[in-house]
């Protein structure tokens, strides 16, 4: 459990290490894309994380990162055609940003290193934070830019800037600074985000 609660919040891929900046910043113009690519890189990195955590015993270690390389183009090419079958709609909203899975720093993460059970709750654990992260970023933004949550109308007043590159700027800032204030919180009650870290743990003891 401490690999899935680290995975969406005290190491959430886009809160908190900044990884896959391009896809959060770049599809969250609404929250069913945010969600979408969420689901997909979450599905990818889960297989992929599996998969190599298998094979690493096959692999010599200059060969790793070339297998991760085309484990991810693979895996990225059957979602693609799945989701192009499935939801065109949300495939055509996702463009050019759905292939590029295969290049997100997430993805690209060495995980194989760990057991195959242990590597692929790694994986779901930055996977549901990268969903969560985009799909709240998606949300806000839709919902600010266009007035609508889920395509629902909600406001009839939206500000336009906030479907625009900057609005997910400004609303990625907001999202990391309330983690940032939350966890600055947690610490000032005498107790903070657990850690996998042993220093870190007895640290937060003293």
């Not at 890189?41 to 200059?62: C, F, H, K, M, Q």
């Not at 060969?63 to 991760?68: C, I, N, Q, T, Y």
């Amino acid at each position: 459990m401490t690999r899935l609660y680290n995975g969406i919040v005290k190491e959430n891929p886009v809160l908190v290490l900044l990884l896959g900046m391009c896809p959060a910043l770049a599809v969250t113009t609404t929250a069913v894309n945010g969600l979408g690519m969420g689901i997909a890189t979450t599905i990818v990195l889960i297989l992929s994380n599996l998969i190599l955590s298998l094979l690493r015993d096959y692999v010599p270690a200059e060969g790793r990162f070339p297998a991760r390389i085309l484990t991810l183009a693979a895996l990225v090419s059957v979602a693609e055609l799945v989701m192009e079958a499935c939801c065109t709609s949300l495939y055509d909203a996702l463009g050019v940003y759905l292939p590029l899975m295969v290049v997100n720093g997430l993805l690209l993460r060495d995980a194989e290193t760990l057991e195959p059970g242990e590597s692929a709750l790694d994986g779901l654990g930055k996977g549901l934070g990268f969903t969560l992260a985009l799909t709240v970023l998606g949300a806000l933004r839709e919902l600010l830019g266009s007035g609508t949550i889920f395509g629902a109308q909600a406001l009839s007043n939206p500000i336009g800037i906030f479907a625009q590159p900057p609005g997910a700027l400004l609303m990625l800032a907001f999202l990391i600074a309330v983690l940032n204030a939350a966890d600055f919180g947690h610490k000032r009650r005498g107790w903070a985000f657990p850690s996998e870290n042993p220093d870190e743990q007895e640290e937060g003891k003293q």
